[in-house]
């Protein structure tokens, strides 16, 4: 029998606005959806029950949109309602996959908009409706695509030439931080533009053993989850980002053409590489080194990415976890395979790392963990795991 967990939450979060007390993004959807999907429905509408009192009404709208004239409102907070009519009418009158190919490159560029949450919202969404196609679901893609048109906020142009690192981690390192971290997200994002080595340092994307854009996207994840176990104390939930944008695109991929999959991953690195530009501290946190994240069973390759056999499901479902096994793929290959017990303390462990974010009660850790737990699920590294756990601690600090 189908769960409809979902739909009832994004039923009862159809008439809130997509921010709260300013700047604030309603994460209802999104930490619904990571919820459900990682065995913890039964939580969400207690979750729910505390987190929409502290929710807006819809905004109201000040003119029609017309579908020609799109250009002139995009990235005017003060046209929300507006957008949210418009996107509401748009799914309405086409296949929900047919508006998500004509507006992701119109949007894509403006990938920082939210602090990256309008492409984290729209990655939620997408996820849900690959699973399944509703109303509900074609709805919340809407007020996805609505919000990240409305905070539409592009970046400081790309670089062109390829990357001196070899992989994500190694080219994260290199970012240089924005010289003044005083204030908030547009305020460092603005900054990026007017630093000389901004271009050749973070503007192309790096090196990965795989040119498939699936595999490019999951090291970059991999990358940045595995980051913030030792610099996500200087903002662990501003940190975040760096790693739950890319999780995005790539949860939106399977429903793009192949045409398009070249410019998803360049954005994805750049907005990465511009939340870590802006947010990461100047030294990573001496508590880290305490944490040991190595596999256990001694695999590892260049980039620092271990993988793990396949397990069978059923100790998936004993550990109380929707996580997919970790599966061989050429852009992570394996010194040699895992026994089975350390697959099946993998399993559990990638399960109780989502129960403590989910246990937490916060979006972001739980966002975070949502984004390390199915990274973990192709890549296999347990490090993955040990951040994501260090992260709720951090966040739970705050």
């Known amino acids: 029998m189908t769960d409809h967990t979902l739909d009832e939450a994004l039923h009862r979060l159809r008439d809130t606005g997509p921010e709260r007390d300013g700047w604030l993004s309603n994460h209802g959807p999104m930490a619904a959806e990571a919820l459900i999907r990682h065995g913890h429905g039964e939580s969400v509408h207690r979750w729910l029950d505390d987190y929409r009192p502290r929710l807006e009404q819809v905004p109201r709208g000040i003119a029609a949109i017309r579908p020609q004239e799109w250009r002139d409102p995009l990235g005017d907070p003060v046209r929300t309602g507006d957008w949210l009519t418009f996107f509401a009418r748009e799914t309405t009158l086409a ?127 991999a990358a940045a989850v595995r980051r913030h176990l030792h610099f996500g104390y200087g903002s662990p939930i501003m940190l975040v980002h760096a790693a739950t944008a890319p999780a995005a695109v790539a949860r939106v991929l399977p429903a793009l053409p192949p045409s398009m999959a070249g410019a998803s991953v360049a954005a994805a690195w750049a907005a990465t590489a511009a939340i870590t530009a802006a947010y990461s501290p100047a030294e990573p946190d001496p508590r880290a080194a305490a944490i040991r994240s190595a596999p256990s069973d001694g695999t590892s390759t260049s980039s620092g990415i271990a993988t793990a056999s396949p397990e069978p499901a059923a100790l998936l479902e004993r550990s109380g976890s929707s996580a997919r096994p970790p599966a061989r793929s050429s852009a992570w290959p394996s010194a040699r395979p895992p026994t089975r017990s350390s697959a099946r303390s993998s399993a559990r462990s990638a399960a109780d790392a989502f129960a403590r974010a989910a246990g937490s009660g916060d979006a972001h850790a739980i966002k975070f963990a949502d984004a390390a737990v199915e990274t973990w699920s192709v890549a296999g590294d347990p490090g993955l795991l040990a951040a994501a756990e260090r992260a709720t601690e951090l966040i739970m600090e705050q």
């Open 95 to 221: 296949p929900w996959r047919d508006i998500l190919v004509t507006w992701w490159p119109r949007l894509l560029p403006g990938i920082a908009a939210g602090a990256t949450h309008g492409v984290i919202r729209v990655g939620h969404a997408v996820r849900a409706l690959l699973e399944e196609e509703t109303p509900e679901r074609v709805g919340e893609l809407g007020r996805g695509l609505a919000y990240w048109a409305a905070r539409w906020q592009p970046l400081a142009p790309a670089g062109k030439g390829p990357y001196r690192a070899s992989d994500p981690r190694t080219a994260l390192d290199a970012v240089p931080r924005v010289p003044d971290q005083r204030f908030g997200v547009r305020n460092r994002l603005s900054q990026l533009a007017t630093m000389p080595d901004w271009a050749e340092t973070a503007g192309a994307v790096p090196a990965v053993t795989s040119p498939a854009a699936s595999d490019r996207l999951r090291a970059i994840v």
